[in-house]
């Protein structure tokens, strides 16, 4: 692969990993301690790059406060 390519490809999954964090953070101040305390979240995040016909999903669980 190209270093075009790497870089861009690095740049983009950077802005995805920076915006999905800011959107949990998000998430949960609005949600509130009161229901986020103690309790895990499982989480899904799907990649779709139509052009190259790939779907990858991703599962996972995060932790609330006090988890």
């Known amino acids: 692969m190209s270093e075009e390519f ?3 490809m690095r740049k983009f999954l ?3 990993g920076v915006t999905s964090q800011q959107a949990i953070e998000k ?3 609005e949600a509130g301690a009161e ?3 103690g ?3 499982k989480a899904t995040v799907v990649l779709k790059v139509d052009d190259l016909d790939l779907t990858h999903e991703i599962e996972g669980k995060i932790a ?4």
């Open 27 to 29: 998430a949960m101040r």
């Open 35 to 37: 229901k986020t305390a």
């Open 64 to 67: 609330g406060k006090g988890d």
């Open 6 to 8: 790497n870089m861009s």
């Open 39 to 41: 309790k895990s979240f």
């Open 14 to 16: 950077k802005q995805v």
